[in-house]
């Protein structure tokens, strides 16, 4: 009989502490913070021309960017992330740029450190549209054309996305949604 209840006690201690650490790892994972911490186009342009030529057919305008998402660990936990996706939209809630394809390696994050994960997107007319609608020109042609000027000449784009997604870290899964500055 006594060893039945120090097999209880013990069990239950064992529990107690897999709840703690379990706690303790999800109140950090909320310390995670996501950014853009690059956005780059992958056509290499020699001029100006190179830009125009390109938005010559503007129905079928893509064009591939790498972004680089940062994940700032606040947190005093390493975490094994799995698991990201993000798709980024305009400040007004348009899809401006879609992952080309998932996360195929596991990536460790440390605490108090920040991460940077490059992933292939396609940035898409109507998401473009929506990114250039405050620009000068008085046609979609021309309101892409300047923003694409802008973005190749300064290497920022002066405008505000909005990235929404999830990330996976060891079994736990959080979302979120960040406004951030180009």
Do not use: C, H
Request: proline residues 4%.
């Amino acid at each position: 009989m006594k060893t039945k209840y120090i097999v209880i006690i013990v069990l239950s201690l064992l529990l107690a502490t897999g709840i703690f650490f379990a706690v303790r790892k999800a109140r950090n994972l909320v310390k995670i913070d996501f950014g853009v911490a690059d956005f780059q186009p992958q056509i290499k342009f020699g001029s100006i021309a190179d830009i125009i030529k390109l938005v010559t057919d503007i129905s079928t305008l893509t064009i591939p960017v790498k972004v680089g998402i940062s994940l700032k660990n606040y947190g005093g936990s390493s975490f094994d992330i799995s698991q990201v996706k993000a798709e980024i939209y305009t400040s007004d809630g348009v899809l401006l740029a879609d992952p080309k394809q998932p996360m195929t390696e596991k990536i460790t994050i440390v605490p108090n450190n920040t991460t940077v994960v490059y992933f292939d997107y396609w940035l898409n007319v109507p998401g473009m549209l929506a990114l250039a609608k405050n620009l000068p020109g008085d046609t979609d042609k021309e309101k892409i054309l300047n923003l694409l000027k802008t973005w190749f000449t300064k290497g920022a784009v002066g405008v505000q996305i909005r990235m929404k997604g999830f990330a996976t870290a060891e079994g736990l899964t959080f979302n979120f949604n960040e406004l951030l500055d180009i």
